[in-house]
């Protein structure tokens, strides 16, 4: 099976090429990437723990869930093909903002990402896939501010910066 590519972009987020994705976080190239918050009718949002499996940032807890858009795949219909492959379902999205940032990992990848923000609403309960997910929970926005104030090494470095950067963004 060929290795899935990321989309090598400018700081416009305009495409540049193509490469293989553990190759692009092996070289800490800035690459297309989207994050998916989805909130419930009590706008409690929906977080994921990474499977234990996951190459970088294993069993951190993030957003509901993030990958990269696939070659022609718009930023939306890329995160609701992720939201299905992740956490069982689908729903509509709407972009909000777009961000860069840069996170190097202790095992010498490098996520370098022109991030899209998603955010969209569900109410029932995921049907998460363990090979991308080790649990999930609901928290509202304030218990989820207090978490990472008192445990930051929980969470992921993008979620870590959408939540303390972006937050105006994700509120519902």
């Not at 929970?137 to 969470?155: A, G, H």
């Amino acid at each position: 099976m060929k290795e899935e590519e990321v989309i090598l972009v400018n700081e416009k987020d305009e495409k540049i090429g193509l490469m293989p994705k553990m190759e692009a976080h092996e070289k800490g190239l800035l690459h297309r990437a989207f994050s998916v918050f989805i909130f419930n009718d009590k706008n409690e949002l929906l977080l994921q723990q990474r499977a234990l499996n996951k190459y970088h940032t294993p069993g951190l807890w993030a957003n509901t869930c993030c990958s990269h858009q696939r070659d022609g795949e718009s930023s939306l219909d890329a995160g609701k093909r992720r939201l299905m492959e992740e956490m069982g379902f689908t729903t509509d999205l709407e972009e909000r903002t777009t961000f860069i940032y840069k996170a190097p990992f202790d095992n010498g990848l490098t996520e370098h990402e022109y991030d899209h923000i998603l955010v969209g609403r569900y109410n029932d309960e995921p049907n998460i896939n363990p090979q991308e997910v080790a649990d999930y929970k609901w928290m509202t926005l304030d218990s989820v501010r207090k978490d990472i104030s008192e445990n930051p090494e929980k969470y992921t470095p993008w979620f870590k910066i959408i939540f303390d950067k972006f937050y105006q963004h994700i509120k519902i």
